[in-house]
């Protein structure tokens, strides 16, 4: 007969005896989980875009994040990269580029063409790209190339062409796009488009502008074709009429943001239609900042991205001198912009970040940059903004890009917390691209 003593430590053995099996079996599971071949970021802030940062380890097989977990087992067998408490963010998307280059005031255009803007973009974190509007054969080509892994670049999206009426915004470049003027036109040069696979398709809807523009019937009847197809279209608008129209046909986004005070039920119609906006104030507020503010051209990534003929053209004393008595004027018209998306963000209107770079006063990878801080000027959070252009703009795109189980390692890790001011997003310390580390400005972060 056991003494009551001999009957608790016979317990107490019994207990310590299943433990160190389940401890033992819980090893053999993650032994069994992980390969030599996986790799672990550890010790790191990831961005989650409902709950902000967390601190989190992520695990990366093959491109594709396998693991998202609170910590790693002591016998991971795999590569161990230790973040040291810096911050990740998702791969930006840039949702409306021209990626010929950069466009260089009073001087020959630094035009690298799409290729070198996609492997040049990567420096400034930027993992995609949306081409709305280019030569289409070019960009059939180049993004082809990219996605059989010709070359390391940014994930190259594009809408090829886009559909405007003849000598219609788009058709003065010189470059063939797709006219049409009634709705038989519409539904051939869509049929002929779709064999191209665009994966979002572009419409000029502007008619009141002074070149010729579509019709709404013609407008109504690509968005159709559109929908029926799968794809999501971006339409190119001017006033805020253009966006009622918009809304009323059911189109996915629409890029730009009018002049002048938002009316009220802009932003609400938007929302309940499903309409997402993408601003580009890069292009449309951020030239009075590149001449009147020194710190935008005296960021360290720029020089990283551009030639230094790019910078001092926005540096000319000429060009400051030209527009000098308008300071005024551009600052108060981009207080009516940014109140007009705070006001859209505010009613739900989801948000993608694109910058229309290829014209003035914007620059390809940067101006994603300065497209997030214009959205924090417009009184939008640092989380807001974030998201704007990673999350919000992959799910656009029907792509899984982030830190959660079965996501695109695309990915960006910052030496700086970006919510407590958003410039950090261009302290990039590693960008990651399909699980493969493509930039390493911090030479710390070593595999062990």
Same mark, same amino acid.
């Given at each position: 007969?056991f003494?009551?003593?001999n009957i608790?430590?016979?317990a107490?053995?019994?207990?310590a005896?299943?433990l160190?099996g389940c ?10 989980q992980?390969?030599?071949?996986d790799?672990?970021y ?10 902000g940062?967390?601190s ?11 693991a998202?977990v609170?910590?790693l087992?002591?016998?991971?067998p ?11 963010i998702?791969g930006?998307?840039?949702m409306?580029?021209?990626s ?9 255009n630094?035009a ?7 492997q040049?973009?990567?420096k ?7 081409d ?9 080509? +180049?993004?082809?190339r ?6 390391v670049?940014?994930d ?6 886009c559909?405007t009426a003849?000598?219609?915004?788009c058709?003065e470049?010189?470059i ?5 003027s ?5 539904q051939?040069q869509m049929v002929?488009l779709?064999k191209?696979k665009?994966?979002v ?8 502008d002074? @070149? ?7 407008f109504a009847?690509? +968005?159709? &074709? ?6 999501k279209?971006?339409a ?5 009429q253009?966006?009622r129209?918009a ?9 730009h943001v009018?002049r ?13 239609s499903?309409v997402?906006?993408i ?15 020194p710190s935008?051209l005296d960021?360290?990534l720029l020089s @990283?991205?551009v030639? &230094?003929?790019l910078i001092? =053209?926005?540096?000319?004393?000429e060009l400051i001198? !030209?527009y ?11 207080e009516a912009t940014f109140?007009?998306v705070?006001?859209?963000?505010d009613a739900?209107? !989801?948000?993608l970040v694109?910058?229309d770079a ?5 620059i @390809? ?5 300065r497209?997030?801080k214009?959205l924090?000027?417009?009184g939008?959070s640092?989380?807001? =903004? ?6 919000h ?7 899984k890009s982030?830190f959660?189980?079965?996501?695109h390692?695309n990915?960006?890790?910052?030496n700086?917390s970006?919510v407590e ?5 261009q302290?990039?310390?590693?960008v ?5 580390? +493509?930039?390493q400005?911090?030479?710390?972060l070593?595999?062990l």
């Amino acid at each position: 007969m056991f003494s009551p003593i001999n009957i608790k430590s016979f317990a107490i053995i019994i207990y310590a005896t299943l433990l160190l099996g389940c401890l033992s079996a819980e090893q053999k599971t993650a032994q069994d989980q992980y390969s030599q071949q996986d790799i672990a970021y550890v010790n790191g802030q990831f961005f989650n875009p409902s709950l902000g940062f967390e601190s989190k380890t992520v695990i990366i097989r093959e491109g594709i994040v396998i693991a998202n977990v609170v910590a790693l087992a002591d016998n991971f067998p795999g590569k161990v990269i230790d973040l040291q408490g810096k911050w990740g963010i998702p791969g930006l998307i840039d949702m409306h580029t021209h990626s010929f280059g950069n466009f260089i005031p009073n001087a020959k255009n630094d035009a690298p063409g799409t290729q070198g803007v996609s492997q040049r973009v990567l420096k400034a974190g930027v993992t995609g790209l949306v081409d709305l509007f280019g030569d289409e054969t070019a960009l059939i080509d +180049v993004r082809t190339r990219q996605r059989n892994a010709e070359f390391v670049g940014a994930d190259i999206y594009a809408s090829l062409t886009c559909f405007t009426a003849p000598k219609g915004h788009c058709s003065e470049y010189g470059i063939t796009t797709r006219t049409v003027s009634t709705v038989e036109q519409a539904q051939k040069q869509m049929v002929e488009l779709a064999k191209q696979k665009p994966d979002v398709i572009k419409i000029v809807y502007q008619p009141s502008d002074d @070149q010729p523009s579509i019709s709404k019937a013609v407008f109504a009847q690509l +968005v159709q &074709d559109s929908k029926k197809l799968g794809i999501k279209s971006i339409a190119h608008i001017k006033t805020w009429q253009d966006i009622r129209d918009a809304a009323e046909v059911g189109v996915s986004a629409v890029t730009h943001v009018p002049r002048g005070k938002i009316p009220q039920d802009i932003a609400d119609l938007m929302a309940n239609s499903d309409v997402a906006i993408i601003p580009t104030l890069s292009v449309h507020s951020d030239f009075v900042n590149y001449l009147f503010d020194p710190s935008v051209l005296d960021a360290p990534l720029l020089s @990283q991205l551009v030639p &230094d003929t790019l910078i001092s =053209a926005y540096r000319s004393n000429e060009l400051i001198a !030209k527009y000098q008595d308008r300071e005024t004027s551009f600052q108060q018209r981009n207080e009516a912009t940014f109140a007009a998306v705070k006001a859209m963000s505010d009613a739900g209107v !989801k948000v993608l970040v694109g910058t229309d770079a290829g014209n003035w006063n914007t620059i @390809q990878g940067y101006s994603v940059h300065r497209e997030m801080k214009l959205l924090t000027d417009a009184g939008i959070s640092p989380l807001q =903004a974030i998201a704007s252009a990673t999350t919000h703009s992959a799910n656009f795109l029907g792509i899984k890009s982030g830190f959660h189980e079965g996501d695109h390692a695309n990915f960006v890790i910052l030496n700086a917390s970006p919510v407590e001011d958003i410039l950090n997003t261009q302290q990039i310390a590693l960008v990651v691209k399909n699980g493969n580390i +493509v930039v390493q400005n911090d030479l710390s972060l070593s595999k062990l």
